[in-house]
């Protein structure tokens, strides 16, 4: 019998199918140079890539940034997910469509979120971010055709994680690799020894990822940079793409030396416009003196960085999803195994870490295993940067001691606003589960906050002041879930729409935290046990957090 190429769990059904290459960049200059995706421009790329129209119409129409009709002269966009939602985003949208519904060039659309949790409530005009506060000037700049881009953020501060005293000495590490005055298995090993985990959200140990992706036979291979960050509350990535995008790119590249990928990309949301033009110079930078190319410093070795601009949508956090979106498909995850490290962009192995996970890699390499374990907090290890919103007197990001404790990160962030007491807290962003008070002092590491019933997650402390509805906050999230779903599960896709609308209705009718219908409870199993990726399966997760921790406190 011939031999019969095996079939791998989630991409059967693009085997053969449309080849590449993707048609995304394609699409994203289609709109930049007509503001949209006419269908004459669809029939002219369709013929010249000889790819049918219906698979083009069908990937235009999964991704929330493509538009196939013209945009009015003005677009503003209004986030109301959970951290704009606590400082007032409802009573503002209101106010903003009074002000703007009668005119016809503005158009007007709540949003999820876009980064920007610091700033809360925030907006963009035209995709330029702004706070609500300076929305009527920037929609009169646009009014008058005299918007600007917005400027790339100036790198202000020197983060600990930093081991670079000037712009001289950055890619220290990474010299040395190529001059070979270190091994790059070497840098793999101190990984290992070090401990440090996956910031993105999974928390798997970073070295021995980076080993598995090392001893697979096939190539080529490839790495990739997560830098989609798109959970409501997260925005640490942002700032660390803004501030350290020379430790997050040499970050990258130790990993592609010590894995054997000669090219790399970084995935950014298109939000981060102003961040991905840092991300771009720095490139050029690199480029320049000769630390990507086809001869890297005369070694003969080649390497490639670009940026893949995402086309929106949160689901391409997964890395399966976001996968997938580089190949030219609709960003749906793939069944696991296998992992990317084993199977993934076009089927080769893959490297794919977080923004924060990288800038992490140079300081280790540099200073050892030892100096990264003491940074931590008592027992904990490391570093960790977060991303702080909500009621906080000091939104922000900031970087502290790994097992640094919820209640002294809030202090770092100025304590609850206005003085009030706390309600609750999200510790990892929106998908992770609400602690009350007595979890203030909880140390935010991931075993930790496993025990205490949530999660490390993305990296966010979310602060919601007493008083605050928690389960209309938590229906809040429910309510991003239910958007972002990708829908190729029957469990997340019909699972989060009817748990929405059963918290929606039992809210508007008075309805609280005691008196919820007994099917929340039947659907969150149901959605966490069968969905195929952690949107699903976490999606009602903060809901019933509310309703154990209000519970609790009605038993007291």
């Known amino acids: 019998m011939p031999d019969v190429a095996p079939r791998v769990p989630g991409v059967e059904a693009r085997a053969g199918k449309f080849p590449g290459p993707s048609l995304i960049p394609a699409l994203h200059a289609i709109q930049e140079r007509e503001g949209w995706l006419p269908r004459e421009e669809l029939v002219a790329l369709s013929r010249e890539v000889r790819r049918p129209l219906y698979e083009i119409e069908g990937l235009i129409s999964f991704y929330p940034h ?8 003005v677009t503003l966009r209004v986030c109301h997910d959970l951290s704009c939602w606590l ?8 106010a903003i469509r009074a002000r703007y519904g009668p005119d016809a060039e503005v158009e007007v659309i709540e949003g999820s979120c876009i980064g920007r949790c610091d700033a809360a409530p925030a907006a963009t005009v035209n995709d330029a971010p702004v706070p609500l506060a300076g929305v009527d000037a920037l929609v009169g700049a ?3 055709g005299g ?11 020197r983060w600990p994680n930093d081991p670079y005293a000037s712009a001289g000495e950055h890619y220290g590490v990474l010299r040395e690799v190529l001059a070979g005055a270190r091994a790059a298995e070497q840098v793999t090993r101190v990984l290992a020894d070090s401990g440090l985990r996956g910031m993105g959200g999974a928390g798997f140990p970073t070295g021995r990822k980076w080993e598995l992706v090392a001893a697979q036979a096939a190539t080529p291979k490839y790495a990739i940079c997560n830098a989609d960050e798109s959970e409501p509350g997260t925005f640490k990535d942002r700032q660390i793409l803004a501030e350290q995008p020379h430790l997050v790119l040499e970050g990258m590249l130790l990993g592609m030396l010590a894995t054997g990928a000669e090219e790399g990309w970084v995935f950014i949301r298109h939000e981060y416009g102003p961040e991905e033009a840092v991300i771009r110079r720095e490139i050029d930078r690199l480029r320049a003196v000769g630390l990507i190319g086809p001869d890297v410093l005369g070694t003969g070795r080649r390497l490639s960085v670009e940026v893949f601009t995402s086309p929106g949508g949160y689901i391409l956090g997964e890395e399966s999803a976001l996968i997938e979106c580089m190949e030219g498909h609709r960003g ?5 195994p296998p992992f990317p490290g084993v199977y993934g962009l076009h089927g080769q192995p893959t490297l794919m870490n977080s923004v924060e996970t990288f800038a992490h890699v140079p300081v280790i390499a540099r200073r050892g295993a030892d100096w990264w374990t003491a940074q931590g907090a008592g027992e904990h290890a490391g570093l960790k940067f977060f991303a702080v919103s909500g009621h906080v007197g000091r939104p922000g990001v900031y970087c502290v001691s790994m097992g640094t404790t919820a209640r002294e990160l809030l202090d770092l962030a100025g304590g609850v606003s206005g003085g009030r007491a706390l309600g609750a807290i ?7 589960n ?7 002092d909880v140390p935010l590491d991931f075993g930790s906050l496993r025990e205490a019933g949530s999660m490390l997650g993305s990296g966010a402390l979310v602060v919601l002041a007493e008083g605050t509805d928690l389960l209309a ?5 429910l309510r991003f879930f239910r958007d972002e779903s990708c829908g190729k599960c029957v469990p997340c896709r019909v699972g989060s729409t009817k748990a929405h609308r059963i918290l929606a209705d039992h809210l508007a009718a008075g309805g609280g935290a005691g008196d919820v219908p007994a099917r929340i409870g039947e659907l969150e199993q149901v959605m966490r046990r069968t969905s195929i990726c952690g949107l699903g399966q976490v999606a009602l997760g903060p809901v019933a957090s509310v309703l154990r921790l209000t519970g609790s406190r009605d038993e007291g």
């Open 66 to 73: 493509f538009r196939t009709t013209p945009p009015r002269r």
């Open 87 to 94: 400082r007032g985003a409802e009573d503002r949208l209101e």
């Open 142 to 144: 646009a009014h008058n």
């Open 147 to 157: 918007m600007r881009p917005p400027a790339p953020p100036a790198a202000v501060r």
């Open 332 to 336: 749906e995850p793939r069944n696991k």
């Open 426 to 432: 999200q510790p990892g962003g929106a998908s992770s």
């Open 434 to 440: 609400f602690l009350g008070p007595d979890g203030l």
């Open 473 to 477: 906050a938590a229906t809040n999230v």
